[in-house]
C-alpha cells in the first residue's frame, strides 16, 4: 500500500489557485489521504517553500503550516480548517510567521515550490507547545513509517494592469 495524499484544488506540480495565497483569501486548501499503513499511531503534516526568498538564489526554506499527532483514522481535511475544527488530539506548530495555522504562498518573487509532506508514524508524539518545524522533526526520527508529499507552485502576478 501507497501513502498518497492529494487535494482537490490542485494537482501534483501544478499551480495553487490564487484563494489559498495571501493575494487571495489566504486559506488552507483542502487536503485528502490514503493508504496510511497499519500500526499508524499518528499523522505530521508540513507545508514549506525550500525557493525562499528567490528560486535563482534560495536561502531558507520558509515553514507555512506544521500539525501533528493527527488520528490515523482521518482521511483528510476541509479546505479552510479552523483550529477548532482540526481532528480530536491534532495539535499545531508554528509557522515562520511565528503563529500557528496556515500561512499560504506569498512569494517576493518567481515561482516557488509548495511542499506538502505528509509522515505516517508509529507514535503519538508528546505535547510540545507550540514546536517549530524542527522540533517537530527531531520529535518524529525514528516513528516515521511512511511518508508522502504533493507539492503545488505559485507565483505572484506584481505588475497591475493600468487603465488607459
Known amino acids: 500500500m501507497t501513502l498518497i495524499l492529494t487535494s482537490p484544488s490542485f494537482s501534483h506540480n501544478d499551480m495553487i489557485p490564487a484563494q489559498y495565497t495571501c493575494d487571495g483569501q489566504d486559506i488552507s486548501p483542502a487536503l485528502s489521504w490514503t493508504g496510511i499503513p497499519d500500526h499508524t499511531k499518528s499523522l505530521v503534516l508540513i507545508v514549506d517553500d525550500p525557493d525562499a526568498p528567490d528560486p535563482a538564489a534560495p536561502k531558507v526554506t520558509w515553514v507555512h503550516w506544521v500539525l501533528y499527532n493527527i488520528p490515523p483514522h482521518v482521511n483528510g481535511l476541509p479546505e479552510n480548517v ?83
Open 82 to 164: 479552523a483550529a477548532k475544527e482540526l481532528p480530536a488530539g491534532a495539535l499545531q506548530g508554528i509557522n515562520d510567521w511565528k503563529r500557528t495555522g496556515y500561512g499560504g504562498p506569498c512569494p517576493p518573487i518567481g515561482i516557488h515550490r509548495y511542499f506538502h509532506k505528509l509522515y505516517a508514524l508509529d507514535a503519538v508524539l508528546s505535547d510540545l507547545k507550540r514546536p517549530t518545524k524542527l522540533e517537530v522533526e527531531k520529535a518524529m526520527q525514528g516513528h516515521i513509517i511512511m511518508q508522502t508529499e504533493l507539492i503545488g507552485r505559485y507565483q505572484r502576478n506584481h505588475h497591475k494592469k493600468l487603465n488607459k
